[in-house]
């Protein structure tokens, strides 16, 4: 089955402790994503990659890092949580060029 | 900048009735637009993409495009319950891989 995986789902944290989101796709998708959502706020994109080794900044970087060492993979890092990274976050990938996203079921995030 | 402008809502029609979301964009070369539905705490999912000007239909959805006005929509006919959800519409130019979304209308189906 063609899917996104993102892990953990839901995660209480605490302000300062590093923690990674995973997110795995299937589909040999180029492009790979990271989005939080917020309540009026809508999807902002955090990073993107196009390829392997190759990654960007979206709308809304700032406290975030990530990498792109496998097609398959693209893990969130917080190096240093803090409260306003409590959030809905979504993975999401798509064929090259295309815009068509899939998205993971989301993680959602807080920090305490 | 680049921005997508939805009414957020919400949007409530009768069971039964067309339901009709609206999305403007300022970016007068976008060239992809895709609506995507998103359940309440659920992941946004794909539903249409449409390319060029004028109406696309996939079942009970119709996405309409015009360039020319910058706008977008999509109706839903005989809307049901369980099209109750948040529509996100989302635009793409040619040269950027990056859609860019609007903040989503929330549409209510009362029955």
């Known amino acids: 089955e063609a899917q996104v995986t993102q892990n953990p789902r839901y995660l209480i944290t605490v302000t300062g402790k590093k923690l990674t989101v995973t997110c795995s796709q299937n589909?040999?998708?180029?492009?790979m994503s990271w989005y939080r959502q917020d309540p009026g706020l809508g999807l902002r994109q955090i990073y993107y990659?196009?390829?392997?080794?190759?990654?960007d900044k979206g709308d809304v970087p700032e406290g975030y890092k990530v990498s792109r060492k496998e097609k398959r993979n693209f893990p969130l890092i917080l190096e240093s949580p803090s409260p306003n990274q409590t959030s809905l976050y979504f993975c999401?990938?798509?064929?090259?060029?295309?815009?068509?996203?899939?998205f993971g079921e989301g993680s959602r995030l807080t920090v305490l | 900048q680049k921005e997508v402008e939805q009414n957020s809502g919400p949007l409530s029609v009768p069971e039964g009735a067309i339901a009709s979301l609206n999305c403007t964009y300022s970016d007068r070369v976008s060239q992809s637009f895709f609506w995507y539905r998103q359940y309440s705490g659920k992941s946004p999912e794909l539903i249409m993409s449409?390319?060029?000007?004028g109406d696309k239909e996939d079942g009970r959805f119709t996405a309409q495009l015009n360039k020319a006005s910058q706008y977008v929509s999509l109706l839903i006919r005989d809307s049901q319950p369980s099209d109750s959800a948040t529509y996100l519409c989302?635009?793409?130019?040619?040269?950027?891989?990056?859609?860019?979304f609007g903040r989503g209308t929330s549409l209510i189906v009362h029955p």
């Open positions: 999401a990938s798509s064929p090259m060029n295309t815009g068509e996203l899939f």
């Open positions: 449409i390319y060029s000007n």
């Open positions: 990659s196009m390829n392997v080794e190759v990654t």
């Open positions: 989302a635009v793409k130019t040619g040269g950027s891989y990056i859609p860019t």
């Open positions: 589909m040999n998708h180029e492009y």
